[in-house]
């Protein structure tokens, strides 16, 4: 089996090398395999990155700068909403459609790419565990970007291991608000955006998302990292 696979491998390698740039790009291009609504898809997305995000890309990289009046227009396209109900304002993507457009948005900038697909995330865990009432008044204004929203589990004593995270949340019954305490580190978006879902510890052990608005009381942010793009 692995001999029948290199030799097929060395077989196309060498069909690339042997046709003109015309073709050997033909052979490379993102659209084979793809039925013809999902080319119009990626064709789509990549016309927008070109015309919104490249141009721009490597200046917003080096100074740095979050381009939101371009990020804001990927909205007008759906790009905000990959998983969330058409009735709700998204695009009701499978994953595989998903990947297409990200692929296709990732050749104008990364960086801007991978802020939206944290976004759409956010949209599709709401959409997936929120309430009625939850789903009814976030998901339409987070697909047409007029909040941005940012996913909270990466602590600075845990890293991404959502098991051992410290941030604990406690129900105050007298207000009927939960209080949380904790730290977050590396979370893209943040002081940006407008929506938070932090992972946080009940008293009962147990973990959970809370949606925490960009005003709440005691919530502040720390440095801004000096990194190479996202």
Known sequence: MMRGTLFNLRQAYSRILNTDISTAIELCSPLLGLDSEQCELYTLAKDFAQKEFRPNANEWDQKPIFPISNYRKASSLGFAGFFVPKVLGGMALNRTNSIIVVEALATGCVATTAMLTIHNA????????????????????????????????????????????????????????????????????????DLYLVMCREASGGISCLLVPLQSQGLSFGQVEKKMGW
């Open 122 to 193: 956010c949209a599709s865990t709401i959409n997936l565990f929120g309430t009625d009432e939850q789903r009814a008044t976030y998901l339409p204004r987070l697909c047409n970007l007029d909040i941005k929203a940012s996913f909270c589990l990466t602590e600075p004593g845990s890293g991404s291991d959502a098991g051992s995270l410290q941030t604990r949340a406690d129900f105050d019954t007298s207000t009927g608000e939960y209080v949380i305490n904790g730290g977050k580190a590396f979370i893209s978006g943040a002081g940006m955006s």
